[in-house]
Structures are given as C-alpha cells and as structure tokens.
C-alpha cells in the first residue's frame, strides 16, 4: 500500500525562535515520532525537510503541539526507487 512509501517532506515553522534550546525540542519531537529522519535544517529561517512514510500531517500537527507555532507543509515529494 502506499503508506509505507517513503517521502521527503519540506515544512516551514512560522516564527521559530532559532536558539539552541528550539532546535534541540524540534529534533527530540522527531525522534519521538519515529521513523522520521532529519534531512535538513535551516535555523534562520525555520525550514525543515525531513524523510518519513508517516504522512505530512503527523509531523506537521507533531511540531505544532510541541513548539506551539504554526507549521505549513511546503512541498511532498515520494521517494520511490525507480525501476
């Protein structure tokens, strides 16, 4: 089924304080999710990208509960192999 396909997923946190302290509970928060893997992080701005088969909106609601800032979802991007 294509819920176990891997995506990549790019998500922009609205107003992220880029102290030490916020990108630490941000990396926790998706270590705590699971089966997501940091891809990249811009502090400046506040974008993310991560790798996951969960689907966008659990990690978009994920980091929403926890930085309580809103999150939008960018870009979803399948990442299957190609046969």
């Known amino acids: 089924m294509a819920a176990n396909i891997p995506r990549v ?3 922009q946190i609205n107003q992220f ?6 990108i630490r509970r ?9 089966g997501v893997e940091l891809l990249s992080m811009d ?5 993310l990208t991560v790798s996951t088969a969960k689907h ?5 609601f994920a980091l ?5 800032k809103a ?5 979803t991007t399948n ?5």
């Open 26 to 34: 941000v990396k926790t928060m998706l270590e705590d999710v699971g």
């Open 79 to 83: 990442d299957q192999p190609s046969s």
């Open 71 to 75: 999150v939008d979802i960018l870009t």
């Open 64 to 68: 929403q509960r926890k930085l309580r």
């Open 9 to 11: 997923i790019d998500l």
């Open 43 to 47: 502090p400046e701005t506040g974008k």
């Open 56 to 60: 966008p909106q659990v990690i978009q």
């Open 17 to 22: 304080c880029n102290c030490d302290g916020c």
